[in-house]
């Protein structure tokens, strides 16, 4: 066996410029007379390396590469960040003019940086263990795999990708063995299925160009220039212990196309690594496809049907990134959301996810949730539109010209917060059903995204608007509303967005002043005094900020609708009947929230009423202490947060009692009747809020239905099952408008001449309507 002292060395260099070889000499001199042992250089080029793979003196191989550092001295000046907006080159590697003026004003800038050392002996071993294959080829790769990882240690994190990533999949002998296996499954031939895996690897491999990266960063920051970013930064220290030994798998909500925008930069800044960005191809037009896939994003088909090669692909592909200790990200909603809070997560991808990483050997994958939220968003008219049935306007570089220069107008603040990590190896043990695990698991990132989603004083200001929508608000009026709802998230211990004291008044007229700039609010000051109102068309624009807090508030708004209950039915048994009248309608609203464990979630309610009153337990045995304790709510919040879905389901309720029964459904003619109908009843005042016209609540509202088996069935029974369905949303609806109406007699205290008087007037009214 040949000592590591004794064989010769070879050092191989990359193509480079006149000014890189020079100092590469040089390095190379130095080293020689430092050491008294004078190597040989050999290039990267195919004759080359056929000729250094015959050798049979086992030579040392060690890659070399000159690296330009970035100038970091005069970054901040205007000339030099409008400079590096423009420049089409790679900060690391410079021109040959910049490389020239670069030596004689700052060579420190300049590097040499040396791949770790092989013997040729040790890269022929593992090629046969891979499989076999070029020999010359897999040097070529390993050199380059070496120099990246030096170039890693020298520049950070932020770059970390092989660029021969399909390559090292395909010279496999898995993916030979794979390959067979799925050609006899589908009874196609060997050379099809081999070709159709390495053109979808071809497809969907991203790698990591220092250029592409640096031409997105800055586009990036030109892109988000109407917000600036607060970032919770508690948890990075544990991500970033966790991420030394396992992947991190970051699950973002998803409001805006600048998600990723806004994500990316405050991973960096925290000391992570660029993530593989799981994206549509429906992003991947010119000329942001090629700049994408370039900087770490993964175009994957919005359909993949039944093409098994395909799921296999991104299955192995999944696989090789977990190996690889790669940190992955995607949106758990699949889409944005169009009402403002979180959707039902889509299973697909962490469905690959769970077999790859079961295969993979890794010991452990962790799922990071991740809240993203917005003071004000451009596309959130567009989405408004979209859920009143207006088609979504394709992606395309006309689309992105005009959304760019909609980010012209300062915008406000982008939120980024960090939920608890969830281990994957745990919660895929702790089902045997691995499908019913995946499915848990996703559903724990979403309650672990909403548990850190800050509240906004701009969506609670929309909050006590939507209650009330068609009448205009004082100040006073405005602060009356929010100053016991700010304590009562005092209370709660909610997190705050930006560590606003709730407190200070001014918080009120800077969220008023944001949404009066946006168009969403309109201001009248030329009577007595001064009053604010949603603009017209704005409702669901509104909506869509209130739900990026709601899901804190709808445990409260049920415990208000289980006290009005006890009120009107005296229930022989208030307590045990309140927590079943409690069951069924988390049941009912189980496909707009996500609720906790039914154990958490009676916790979650005793919690609610203590914060009402104490004693409640005891005061629901008697009917008029809890009258007394319903009255005594303070704000009455169920009309504001469940009163929209349950008059968008009642009208759906409404429509399935007529629809006629069948096998088949035409869902989408179905929701644009509900609309139809909808905007009817609005227009009549018989729906109290216009958010309640949407097709996205419809199409909710039909997934329960669907769960409760109203619809695709032709049993005759089903009649009676769409009335009681209908009846049982109905009871609500009128119970929630008890609620408003008792929430506006309460509003009309704040310019009552008398307090007295209008105590009455508020005792009567909650009498008078069966309160």
């Known amino acids: 066996m040949t000592d590591d002292n004794d064989r010769p060395r070879v050092y191989l260099t990359e193509t480079m410029t006149e000014v890189e070889a020079g ?55 205007v000339l030099a960040r409008l400079r590096n907006a423009l420049a089409p080159r790679d900060p690391l590697h410079p021109g040959r003019g910049a490389q020239r003026r670069t030596l004689r004003t700052d060579p420190s800038r300049c590097r040499v940086i040396e791949g770790r050392p092989a013997p040729l002996s040790d890269l022929r071993r593992r090629l046969d263990e891979n499989g076999g294959g070029s020999l010359p080829e897999f040097i070529r790769r390993q050199a380059a795999l070496a120099l990246e990882r030096s170039e890693l240690e020298l520049i950070g994190g932020q770059y970390k990708v092989s660029r021969f990533v399909v390559d090292e999949i395909t010279d496999t002998r898995r993916f030979t063995s794979e390959i067979l296996r799925l050609a006899e499954q589908l009874g196609l031939a ?53 991420n030394k030994e396992h992947s991190l798998v970051f699950l973002p909500s998803h409001r805006s196309y600048l998600d ?72 758990i909603e699949g889409g944005r959301g169009r009402t403002g809070k979180l959707r039902p997560p889509r299973y697909g991808l ?26 004000q968003l451009y596309e959130v008219g567009a989405m408004a539109a979209e859920a009143l049935g207006a088609e979504k306007t394709p992606e395309g570089l006309r689309w992105m010209v005009g959304y760019v ?119 009248f000051d030329k009577g007595d005094e001064q009053v604010f109102y949603l603009g017209r068309d704005q409702h669901l624009v509104a909506a869509f900020y209130r739900n990026n807090t709601i899901h804190f508030l709808v445990v409260r708004a049920i415990a208000e609708l289980v ?96 629809a006629p029964i069948s096998t088949s459904f035409d869902e989408k003619s179905f929701i644009r009747n509900c609309i139809d109908v909808a905007q009817e009843r609005r227009l009549r005042q018989q729906i109290a809020s216009s958010e309640s016209v949407s097709g996205e609540l419809f199409a909710t509202a039909l997934n329960l239905a669907r769960n409760r088996k109203l619809i695709e069935v032709a049993d005759e029974s089903v009649v009676d099952r769409r009335i009681a369905f209908a009846e049982e949303i109905r009871i609500h609806v009128e119970r929630l408008r008890k609620i408003r109406t008792v929430a506006h007699a309460r509003l009309d205290l704040v310019n009552a001449p008398s307090g007295l008087a209008a105590s009455v007037a508020l005792h009567s009214v909650t009498h008078t309507e069966g309160v």
């Open 563 to 658: 006290l009005l209950a006890a009120v009107e039915e005296r229930f022989t048994d208030p307590v045990t009947a309140g927590w079943e009248q409690a069951k069924r309608i988390r049941d009912l609203m189980k496909f707009e929230f996500f609720f906790s464990d039914r154990d958490t979630f009676e916790e979650e309610m005793r919690t609610e009423l203590s914060l009402i009153d104490p004693d409640w337990d005891t005061a629901m045995i008697d009917s008029e202490r809890t009258r007394t304790m319903f009255e005594s709510i303070r704000p009455h919040l169920a009309h504001r947060v469940l009163q929209p879905f349950l008059e968008a389901y009642q009208v759906v309720a409404d429509q399935l009692v007529l």
């Open 23 to 77: 100092v590469l000499r040089k390095w190379v001199s130095d080293k020689a007379i430092g050491s008294g042992k004078y190597p040989t250089t050999v290039p990267i080029t195919d004759r080359s390396l056929a000729d250094l793979a015959q050798r049979t003196d086992d030579p040392e191989l060690a890659p070399l590469r000159v690296v330009w550092l970035p100038d970091t001295h005069t970054g901040g000046t």
């Open 190 to 242: 060997v050379a099809d299925v081999d070709q159709r895996a390495r053109a979808a690897l071809e497809e969907m491999v991203a790698t990591q160009s220092r250029q592409a990266i640096a031409v997105w960063d800055r586009l990036g920051q030109y892109f988000s220039r109407a917000y600036t970013t607060e970032v919770d930064t508690s948890r990075f220290e544990e991500l970033r212990e966790l």
């Open 350 to 375: 962490l469905t690959y996810l769970s077999k790859a990483f079961q295969v993979s050997g890794a010991s452990d994958v962790y799922l990071v949730p991740v809240a993203l939220s917005y003071d």
């Open 405 to 523: 220069r909609a980010q012209g107008k300062r915008s406000g603040v982008a939120h980024v917060t960090i939920g608890r990590p969830l281990s994957l190896a745990d919660a895929l043990s702790q089902e045997t059903d691995q499908r019913l695990a995946v499915q848990k698991a996703a559903i724990e990132v979403c309650h672990r995204i909403n548990e850190v989603t800050p509240v906004t004083v701009s969506s609670l200001a929309m909050l006590a608007f939507l209650g009330i929508e068609d009448r205009a608000l004082t100040v006073r009026e405005l602060t009356a509303i929010l100053t016991p709802l700010f304590g009562y998230i005092t209370a709660r211990g909610l997190p705050i967005a930006g560590d606003v004291e709730l407190a200070d008044p001014h918080v009120i007229d800077k969220a008023l002043q944001t949404h009066v700039d946006s168009g969403v609010l309109m201001r």
């Open 260 to 331: 990723p925008l806004v994500l990316r930069p405050a991973l960096i800044a925290n000391g992570l690594p660029l993530n593989h960005v799981m994206g549509g191809l429906n992003v991947s037009f010119w000329p942001m496809g090629s700049i994408l896939k370039r900087s770490g994003t993964v175009f994957i088909r919005r359909s993949i049907g039944d093409d098994e090669v395909y799921k296999w692909s991104m299955h192995e592909y999944m696989r090789y990134l977990l190996t690889k200790r790669f940190n992955l990200e995607w949106y």
